[in-house]
C-alpha cells in the first residue's frame, strides 16, 4: 500500500496532501520526470529492437543477436528508471480508503499515519539499495555479462546502477512524501486539501 501523499493528484496538494514547496522538491521532481523519460525512451527503442529481430528471423533468417538478453537486462531497468516518478503521481498499487476517510475526519491521524506509511516506504527502498550496492560493485569488478563469448555479450553493471539510482530517488520521494505530511503538524496547519472525487 502507498500513502496517500503518492496519491493521484498529490502534486496539486488534493486527498489531504501537504502543498508541494521548495528547491529540493522542485529538483527531484526533474530527476523523476528525467529518468522516466529516459525509460519511455528505452522502451521505444526496445519495442524496435524486438519487431527488427522478428522481421529479421522471419524474412531473411537472420535474427539480431543478443535481442533476448538485453530484453531480460531492459524489464528491470526500465522499471527503476520509472518506479521513482510513478510513486510521485500515485500511480502504484495502493488500498487506501479507511486511509481517505481518516484523513476527512481526523486530519492529524491521517497525516500521522501518511508519514508512517510513506516512512516505511522509504525504510523498503532503503533495504533494496542496501543489498544492490554490493551487487553493482561486484557486477563491476567481476565483470558479469550475459550473452555468450565471442558472439555477444552484454555488461550487466549498468542495469544493476539503475536499479541503484531508481530505488535511492524512489527513497528520496517517499521521503518527501513523509515531511508533506509532518510539516503542517509542526506549523500548526493540519487541516487536511480536499478529497479528490
Known amino acids: 500500500m502507498t500513502s496517500a ?16 514547496g521548495g528547491v529540493l522538491t522542485s529538483a527531484l521532481t526533474m530527476v523523476l520526470s528525467g529518468l522516466n523519460t529516459v525509460g519511455s525512451v528505452w522502451i521505444l527503442v526496445l519495442i524496435l529492437l524486438i519487431n527488427a529481430d522478428a522481421f529479421g528471423r ?14 531480460e537486462l531492459s524489464l528491470v531497468g ?10 510521485r503521481r500515485g500511480k502504484l498499487t495502493r488500498s487506501d480508503g479507511f486511509f481517505r476517510i481518516v484523513q476527512r475526519r481526523r486530519p492529524v491521524a491521517g497525516r500521522c499515519m501518511g508519514a508512517v506509511f510513506d516512512l516505511l516506504g522509504a525504510a523498503f ?7 544492490s550496492v554490493p551487487l553493482l560493485f561486484e557486477a563491476v569488478e567481476e565483470d558479469f555479462y550475459v550473452g555468450v563469448q565471442g558472439l555477444v ?29 509532518v510539516r503542517p503538524l509542526i506549523t500548526g496547519g493540519a487541516n487536511p ?4 472525487g
Do not use: C, N
Open 78 to 87: 526500465i522499471i527503476f528508471l520509472q518506479l521513482g516518478d510513478a510513486t
Open 125 to 131: 527502498m532503503a533495504l533494496i539499495l542496501y543489498g
Open 193 to 196: 486539501a480536499p478529497a479528490d
Open 58 to 71: 522471419k524474412l531473411f533468417a537472420h535474427p539480431i543477436d543478443g535481442v533476448i538478453e538485453l530484453t
Open 5 to 20: 501523499g503518492s496519491g493521484p493528484g498529490t502534486d496539486q496538494g488534493d486527498m489531504g496532501a501537504p502543498p508541494q
Open 153 to 181: 555479450t552484454i555488461p550487466v553493471w549498468p542495469v544493476k546502477l539503475v536499479v541503484v539510482v531508481g530505488t535511492f530517488v524512489t527513497a528520496l520521494q517517499f521521503l518527501a512524501f513523509s515531511w508533506r505530511h
